[in-house]
Each structure stands twice: as C-alpha cells, then as structure tokens.
C-alpha cells in the first residue's frame, strides 16, 4: 500500500476540504469560490546532474487576482514520525518559494501513525536565531474520531479510520466512515476509489468484517455504499466477457 499515493490523490480529489482539515489554523475560512491550483511535484534542477526534491502535495491557493494574496500550501504525508526530517522539509519550503517567488507558505505535514517528531527548528546562537521554522502538524492518530464522526468534511469523514479510537469502535467508525462518504460524494466512481481507502485504513478482521456487513445491512446509506461497488464488480465481468468472446473469434 503507498500511502504517499493514497493521500496525494485524496488531497488532489477534495483540495478545500483537506485544507480546511489538515491545516485548520490557517485555512479554517477559505471561501469556496477561492482558486485552488496543484504546483508541479518535481522542483526544477538547477543543473542536470543534481537531485531533485519531490514535494508530496503543493497547493497554490489565490483568494484574488493580487498574487500578494496568494498562499502556498506545502502538504507532506509522512507514515512514520520517526523518518520524519523536519531539515528536508524546511529546504522543501524554501526552494517552492524560490521558485515562485512566494513569501506566503504554509509548511503541513501529515502524520499517519503515532509518535514523536520536531515542531519547530531554530539555528543560532546563543546571541541570536537566524532562522526560525514551524510547520503545521497534523497528527491523524492523535485525533479523537468521535469529534469527527457527524462531520461534514468529507476529507475527514474518510479519515475515520486513522484517527483514535477504542479498538472495540473499529467496525462502527468503519461504517460512519463509509455513511459520510456516501452521503458527502455524488460521483459513484469518487466513491468506489474511497470505499477501497476506508476499508484499507480500517483493516478489519474477519469478525469485524462479518460484524460490518451486517450493520451495513440496517444502515440508510446501504444502496449507497453497496451500489457503485456492485456496478463496478457487474462492469468488470461483463468486460471479462466481452473480452473472451473476441479472443474467441478471433481464435475461431
């Protein structure tokens, strides 16, 4: 499981509402009409033999046409606080504003799995600080679900399952997951992409499983959930089908 690729694409799918949850401080009130554009990953190479830096989810957000109201959203997942280096990511940081000639960032790293990490980094002496970073962390396993368990995030609502909770509320916070989702996505196939994250995040066991589908089964949100999994399984047979028949053909 890349779970580098699995929040870029939710963070890509629902921009706003991933600000508004992983940096909350500082994007709590961004107006939905704001223009929200994604920066190119691969920071340019000064010369052709040096490495590059991959940023994981860069996003430009312009709440007028002034560029000085601009801000850049720097976004970083990181699995596990202990490979987390808060040194590559303050180069991270000043490389993007170099390059787009942007005082305005807002360094974010998401933190998958419980531990310690840094939050800030100051270089100096004992005289002065000559530099002074912070960054916004987002602690997912940290987080109470049950503050998040009604919300209208859908960003949030995916994330149910990373967040804390009783091991016994596995398979309830899996569902309410899963109702948010259904309720908060119109498109069937946003849908059958994030049953899929949901259900990965949660890592039921087989009792859990058996305990999930038949609460499914009373909940309102079941056509909704079940629906578009079942219309992809039907897509996908009758492909196979399709696919056999003119390998018959032309067999034949």
Known sequence: MSHDQ??????????????????????????????ITPVRQEQLKKRLGDRFRELDTPLLVEFSREKQQAVLFILEEETEPRYFSIHRLVHYCVDVADMLNITRVVPVVVFLRPGRHPLSLDLGTEHNTYLSFRFIACDLGEIPAVEHIESRNIVARINLPNMRYDPGQRVEVCLRAQEGLAELEPDPNKRIKYINFILQYANLNESEQAQYEQRLQQSSYRE?????????????????????????????
């Not at 929040?7 to 009409?33: C, H, Q, V």
């Open 224 to 252: 909704a959930i079940m629906g578009p999994v079942q219309q992809a399984i039907e897509n996908s047979l009758q492909q196979g089908i399709q696919q056999g028949m003119q390998q018959g053909m032309q067999q034949g």
């Open 6 to 35: 699995n929040f870029k694409n939710l963070i890509l799918d629902y921009p706003l509402a991933a600000l508004e949850f992983f940096a909350r401080e500082e994007a709590g009130s961004i107006p939905p009409s704001t223009k």
